[in-house]
């Protein structure tokens, strides 16, 4: 009798005792995460900050458009306007690569990788978009200054006067 309790004993504390104490341990994080870029790129308090920046980057540019019209003007401010929108979204996803890094690195996981690349998987423990918005709210993102517009209008008479003496030495 006393081996079959003996053996009892050691089923009880090699199969029943790790998942009893299993219980109250912290949920394992997953070996390879997911998270939403999107949602970071646009829920994200960095990429708030870039929408409202360029939101004053296109009034600025806006205000001058009427003027800018002339010779290549607009052409101008919307290539300037695509740089801008450039740098800043490259400002919120350095923010957002530097804090998923940060993440990783702190957890123990070994990959991350964005939400749209994923085909199937266990969503409710592999999505840790929240966890890392978080983080990325606590940040501010840095933009250039807003740019300055400066339209030098030519002079309607000196405009008509360069015609015209172009005009006469072809003659």
Known sequence: MRIGSVCSCLVFVFF???LVSS???AP???AVVSVDMQRLMTESE???QASEHLGEVRAVLQKEQQEAIFANGLAVLNRQMELETRAAAK????IIAEEVGKWRKSNGVMLVISRSAVIDGD???ADYTKTI???VNKRKAAFAAL????????QAGKADEETKSAGSRKK
């Open 16 to 18: 029943c005792l790790p």
């Open 23 to 25: 219980c109250n341990a």
């Open 28 to 30: 394992k994080i997953p």
């Open 46 to 48: 960095p990429a708030k």
């Open 91 to 94: 400002s919120v996803n350095d």
């Open 123 to 125: 969503w409710d423990s």
């Open 133 to 135: 918005l978080a983080a």
């Open 147 to 154: 740019p300055a517009v400066n339209i030098v209008k030519e």
